[in-house]
């Protein structure tokens, strides 16, 4: 996947990503994100929409104050439980 920022994330208002898959590749029925810890304590989190074939968005809130060490993290809903990954949003 590829996950890209479209415009700025910056503290106390909405920053709106792009998570690109290949095409041809399954995207995940349930995509959540949010910025901040990993425990969402202070964040908001985010259902991504199906755009197009190959491309899931959302609008996520980035909060304010931002709390130190803040990533985007990723959340999928698979059988087992959700899985979730972290990447640096800056």
Do not use: C
Not at 45 to 51: D, W
């Amino acid at each position: 996947v590829q996950v890209v920022l479209l415009g700025d994330a910056e503290p106390g208002k909405e920053a709106d990503f792009d998570v690109r898959f290949a095409a041809g590749a399954a995207r995940p029925e349930t995509l959540r994100a949010w910025i901040g810890v990993e425990s969402g304590q202070g964040s908001m989190k985010t259902r991504f929409a199906n755009e197009g074939a190959t491309t899931m968005h959302g609008h996520v809130a980035v909060p304010k104050p931002l709390p130190d060490g803040s990533k985007l993290w990723l959340e999928v809903e698979l059988d087992a439980g959700p899985s979730r990954a972290s990447i640096a949003y800056r």
